[in-house]
């Protein structure tokens, strides 16, 4: 009798060790199952920043339009837009439109620091995670000589361009919207002045006589063609005073 009441325990013993290496075994497998899933929902999603080679070098960025500048102790920024839409588009509470291009140009006590730009495309962003993308900006940074930035804030450290704006979200991730939205279409854009200046570089100067004249020589008839100004000065001279004459019209 006490031989079979033994028996029949050491069974039960080995039926529940069995049992509970099965579980073991069970709970193992679930975990590497959870495991994977993660591991496979984390490569669904690329490294935030790593679209960053997709922005290029905005070769056209002195034909933009500066709506915002910011100084800030020995910090001067300019702030170029690549397109008259875009502002637009945000002047009428519209998203800002494919392919726009803002460029952040980054002094310090006067000496060009680095380029910053932000670029939006349509399909952009898309391989980040809902969390972490910044809409369909990518983002990139380049140095005054408008190479890629290979460290400092740029480089491995290009992520944090996206962290930062992704907290303005409700501005489509910009910093200076109010200033777009401020900003008056009516004043001459860079692009035109610069056109302009470029028109007035080629019209010859060679026939045109400049003299000095202050207020002491005014009625000394004599001495005007004494003070003739020859040469580059001349030039300079005529050119800005057809450029001042063209801006006139437009503030009148
Ligand atoms: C610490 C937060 C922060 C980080 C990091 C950051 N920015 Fe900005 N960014 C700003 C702020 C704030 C402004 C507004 C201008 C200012 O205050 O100097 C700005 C302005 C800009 C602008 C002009 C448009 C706008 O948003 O007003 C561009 C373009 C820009 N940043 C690109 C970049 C790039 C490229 C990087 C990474 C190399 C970067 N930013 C990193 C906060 C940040």
Redesign the pocket.
Known sequence: MKKRLFHSFTLLLAFFLTACSNNDNESLETSQQSQEDTSQQNQEYAEIGSGAHLVKFPDDLKEGIVF?T?D?GD?H?N?YVNSREAIEAVQNGEELPNGTV???EGFRDGELE?Y???EKRTGWGSQYSPEERTGEWE???FTPDEEV?EDG??GP??G??????A??ERDQ?????E?MKEFDLGEISQSKNESIETAIEDIPADHWNVSEISAGLIDSKNKKESNLIEGQEKVDIIQDILLKMYLQQFKS
């Open positions: 915002a910011y800030r910090i920024e702030i803002i460029t952040l680095h910053l730009v932000m983002f990139q940074a930035m804030i740029g450290a290009i944090r361009c996206y962290t930062c704006h907290n303005q991730f910009m910093n200076s919207m200033q």
